[in-house]
């Protein structure tokens, strides 16, 4: 009541929270007048609680900002502020080419000569060969052996190799022992006549002839005097070489193919040993007219062949032996000698044909 009272002296004016000037009662009316905002203190408590509430919302978005900000950059190093560079942008480096492996180095190949390959065993032979490059052109089973083709690096390589019984040698060229066709008068030259008269023409025996074939037309050697067939077969095997079908194409036909003798060497020397023709004296031009003839092409159309080839051809013909009563083989042809008889290849073939009881003439 005290301050009423000295409001009332100043002019009976006072001012409100907010400047307003309010009329109070006076002091025997013993009651004071409500202020016309009577809520202005209560607004202004009111709204700085807002305030507040909003400047701390705005500072926890800032700070979640800042947060947010700090995560997508880089952490930073343990430089300080002032001593720190200023960061380069990061460059993505171009991805590494990926390191090839330089090819080994390939020798090349030179020219290849043919030559025999022996060892323990035929599988021996083909993989030495193999292992130093070379190629393996045909097994000689019969002596152990392969034939193969080599260049110069590559015979050195299979030379120096450790590989058990290794023997190497030339497929040297063979040629017919005679190049021309001279009359058949053998029959008189060995007394064979003499036993025709008794009835002895080698009737039953076949001989194989490893030669260069025989003509087509196969003229006095189309029948025996008996009237049966003179050649009961005939192999090439120069053919069985060059040709992989060959073989087995033929061995479906029993052998039954004609192979014409290109050179005349082979139809010579078949002349001689069973030409069933009489002479005007008589007597029989063959040896054996009453025999039969295997005909195996180990020579070509000039008469030259090859080791291979006639150790090959050896071998076709003690397999098939017992088949067509092959006794005998002839080997009408030569070569320069390698090494002795024991030793030479197609020696060795010879005397597997004696093993396997065959004469070889």
């Known amino acids: 009541m005290r301050n009423a009272s000295h409001l009332a002296r100043l002019g009976h004016r006072a001012l409100s929270l907010r400047g307003d000037a309010v009329p109070v009662k006076r002091r025997s009316e013993r009651v004071l007048r409500i202020p016309r905002n009577e809520n202005a203190f209560m607004t202004t408590k009111t709204w700085s609680r807002r305030w507040l509430f909003a400047g ?61 390959v022996q060892a323990e065993s035929v599988e021996v032979a083909r993989s030495a060969v193999a292992r130093v490059g070379g190629v393996v052109t045909g097994d000689l089973s019969i002596i152990r052996a392969v034939g193969a083709a080599l260049d110069d690096r590559e015979l050195e390589a299979l030379r120096a190799s450790d590989v058990p019984r290794l023997r190497i040698f030339e497929d040297s060229p063979v040629q017919a022992s005679s190049s021309h066709l001279p009359e058949t008068n053998y029959p008189s030259e060995v007394a064979a006549s003499n036993l025709h008269v008794g009835g002895v023409t080698g009737r039953g025996v076949t001989v194989a002839v490893l030669d260069s074939g025989v003509w087509s037309t196969l003229g006095p050697l189309q029948t025996t005097p008996y009237q049966t067939p003179h050649v009961l077969a005939q192999y090439d095997v120069i053919l069985a070489r060059t040709q992989p079908t060959y073989s087995l194409t033929a061995a479906q036909q029993n052998y039954s193919q004609s192979i014409n003798d290109l050179f005349g060497h082979g139809t010579h020397i078949s002349s001689i040993i069973a030409s069933s023709g009489v002479a005007t004296t008589g007597n029989y031009q063959g040896v054996a007219p009453g025999g039969n003839l295997v005909s195996v092409r180990v020579l070509d159309s000039t008469g030259a062949g090859r080791y291979f080839d006639v150790i090959a051809g050896i071998g076709w013909v003690i397999k098939e032996k017992s088949r067509y009563n092959i006794r005998v083989i002839n080997l009408s042809l030569g070569a320069p000698p390698q090494s002795p008889y024991w030793d030479d290849p197609l020696d060795q073939a010879v005397m597997a044909a004696w093993g396997a009881g065959i004469v070889v003439v």
């Open 56 to 116: 701390f919302i705005a500072t926890v978005l800032l700070a979640l900002w800042a947060v947010m900000s700090r995560s997508d950059s880089p952490s930073p190093s343990p430089m300080t502020a002032a001593s720190r560079p200023a960061a380069r942008m990061p460059v993505a480096a171009a991805p590494a080419r990926a390191r090839t492996t330089p090819p080994s180095r390939v020798e090349p190949v030179g020219v290849r000569q043919d030559y025999i």
